[in-house]
């Protein structure tokens, strides 16, 4: 309980709460932000000093020793402490948020009273107090339970509405990824219809990550809002997505890898903060929304089907069984970041492709979960998926797939790599043929129309292994063409 408050002068007042600023340990973070080092209880905190955690710390131990302070007294202690810290000799600090690496070890904050976190070695895991490393917590972050051992994979996907275990198995690999801090990350994209338990799984991957008050976010409107929004939390979730523009589509992209991004400290100033962007992200809704091939290459794709009437359960009582499981699925998770630091270093890719990190972990840690090769599967499945979602909403490129199988089908003795060459006006009589014969519809009416739209088809061509190429022949009239072939 505090102290009766006591009168004081203003001068006095201040020089007091200084004494009190003055007990913590300031640094810089590597984002150039003033913190302090505070402990309370035996645990160390921390916080950020342009922030409402400083004042409110200064406030309350203030109140602890009767003292009474002012707005002005505040904000005059929080300036000459930030500049403290901005120049102090200590080296810059790297402060995390929810997970942590040093020495080749992994840290998991659980972010409870006792500021207690996971321990994850090759060897095994353990919950400590005290971390070797700097956390910060941020509001809305949620407290994670202590892991249990003795789970099985059933605990997690008796719960979910998943149609396959290489579902299952990338989603586990996606979880495990996620409880270490270094990139790139994929990105997850969960679709479906109405009734398929979409925001169900989505609420339940972040519960088992990085649970916090706002699981589910509206898609961002602008690139600053989508930025605004990684920088808060370790996993962000945003549900019921349609269709994501082309450059927030680009931004989503250079997330995944790690990208930066220049804000305003403050509406009122002009200096830039960067920003330094690397999170995993899960979007949903009923259309799959990913049509870009960039931000394809980085991505995870689930289809849910409709939940059948006799299976459905109310909320509460999902949520009540994901609570008495949620210790042991984490723990099994906890074995799985165990396998992947004790194998990576032993898995060879046969192919490299841009999420090669993701790759390796997920091979290092999947026998803890499943048999071997059972993600590897999964992953190639899991990228076909997408092709096959951007043919059926590409006409043109279906009827050309289908060309080229019927050119090399016809064909007496195959030479060389070209499966079709011709003017633009005989590709699209051709076209029109498959139109007519094999009901492929929503062809271009001309030869103008068509140019522009192969121009938008030719990554799906390509990840079809098909490569089709602008011509022009020698005569005078020098006839547009295009020649169709294998990659």
């Given amino acids: 309980m505090p102290k009766s408050l006591k009168k004081s002068t203003p001068a006095n007042s201040l020089k007091q709460l200084y004494k009190i600023a003055e007990s913590g340990v300031y640094f810089t973070s590597t984002r150039d932000e003033p913190f302090v080092e505070i402990t309370r209880k035996g645990h160390k905190r921390n916080i950020p000093v342009n922030g409402k955690q400083f004042s409110d710390w200064l406030r309350n ?52 009273d006792q500021y ?28 994670m339970p202590h892991p249990k051992t003795g789970g099985t994979i ?3 996907t008796d719960l979910l509405n998943l149609p396959s275990q290489g579902d299952a198995a990338l989603l586990t690999a996606f979880c495990v990824h996620c409880l270490q801090p270094n990139g790139p990350f994929p990105l997850v994209v969960i679709n479906g219809s109405k009734g398929s338990s979409k925001s169900t799984l989505t609420r339940t991957l972040v519960g088992l990550i990085d649970p916090n008050t706002d699981p589910l976010k509206q898609f961002p409107r602008s690139q600053q809002d989508l930025a605004i929004a990684l920088d808060e939390r370790l996993l962000v979730a945003f549900d019921n997505v349609s269709t994501i523009n082309h ?23 002009k200096e830039l903060i960067k920003i330094n962007l690397n999170n995993p992200i899960i979007i949903n809704g009923i259309p799959q929304s990913v049509d870009q091939p960039d931000l394809a290459d980085r991505a995870i794709f689930i289809h849910l089907d409709a939940i059948k009437p006799t299976k459905r359960i109310r909320a509460e009582e999902y949520w009540e069984k994901f609570s008495e499981v949620q210790p042991y699925i984490f723990g099994l998770l906890m074995d799985g970041v165990t396998a992947m630091l004790a194998n990576r270093q032993q898995v060879e890719l046969a192919e490299i492709d841009r999420m090669a990190d993701f790759h390796v972990n997920a091979v290092a840690s999947e ?44 064909a007496e003795k195959w030479t060389g790599w070209t499966a079709w060459t011709g003017t633009v006006k005989d590709l699209l009589n051709e076209l029109e043929y498959l139109n007519e014969n094999y009901g492929v519809s929503n062809f271009p009416k001309n030869e103008e129309q068509l140019g522009k739209i192969i121009v938008k088809i030719k990554p799906i061509l390509h990840d079809n292994g098909i490569g089709i190429e ?18």
């Fill in 367 to 410: 026998t803890a979960f499943w048999p071997v090769g059972t993600f590897e599967l999964a992953y190639q499945s899991t990228k076909q998926r997408w092709h096959d979602s951007q043919i059926s909403k590409a006409p043109l490129a279906e009827a050309i797939i289908k060309l080229f199988k019927m050119r090399k089908e016809k």
């Fill in 61 to 112: 131990e203030a109140l602890n020793v009767g003292l009474i302070v002012t707005g002005s007294n505040v904000r005059d202690v929080t300036e000459t402490m930030a500049a403290k810290a901005s120049f102090s000799d200590m080296p810059r600090q790297i402060v995390f948020r929810r997970v942590a690496s040093k020495d080749g070890n992994i840290f998991y904050d659980l972010c409870n």
């Fill in 247 to 269: 450059s927030t589509s680009d931004m989503m992209a250079r997330i995944s890898t790690g990208a930066s991004f220049s804000a305003r400290k403050l509406f009122t100033d």
């Fill in 470 to 487: 602008s011509t022009r022949d020698s005569t005078v009239r020098r006839t547009r063409g295009y020649r169709i072939y294998i990659l």
């Fill in 154 to 156: 059933s605990d997690l």
């Fill in 116 to 143: 207690e976190a996971v321990e994850i070695r090759p060897d095994g895991w353990n919950i400590i107090s005290n971390p070797p490393v700097r956390f910060q917590r941020l509001d809305g972050m949620g407290e």
